[in-house]
């Protein structure tokens, strides 16, 4: 099971770190994505990693922005969001899979969690 948290309320350019956190098992041999849904828009993938972090894969409009990485001693990915924007609010939520990353985070629709509200004040 993972577990997003981190999600808050925060005002436009500000920063905010969310966290997956794994329970049961080990993330290490998994890649990890990052996806949100907006209310009314389609779900996306905005940033996924590979299982060893060396390949990173960002959306355009998060890219320069965001930041994924991983600490698989923590068994925890991270997503760094700074510069926030009103766009990026949203429920994100993280999904692991042993595919490519760029495979991963082009198929949000494949992919659904609990998630954690991120919400961002103009």
């Known amino acids: 099971q993972l577990v997003e948290s981190g999600g808050d309320l925060v005002q436009a350019g500000g920063s905010l770190r969310l966290s997956c956190a794994a329970s049961g098992f080990t993330l290490d041999s998994y890649a990890i994505g990052w996806f949100r849904q907006a209310p009314g828009k389609e779900r996306e993938g905005v940033s996924c990693?590979?299982?060893?972090?060396?390949?990173?894969y960002y959306a355009d409009s998060v890219m320069g922005r965001f930041t994924i990485s991983r600490d698989n001693a923590k068994n925890t990915v991270y997503l760094q969001m700074n510069s926030r924007q009103a766009a990026d609010t949203a429920v994100y939520y993280c999904?692991?899979?042993?595919?490519?990353?760029?495979?991963?985070?082009?198929?949000?629709?494949?992919?659904w969690g609990p998630g954690t509200q991120v919400s961002v004040s103009s």
């Open positions: 999904v692991g899979n042993r595919i490519d990353v760029q495979a991963m985070c082009t198929r949000a629709s494949d992919y």
């Open positions: 990693i590979s299982s060893s972090g060396r390949t990173k």
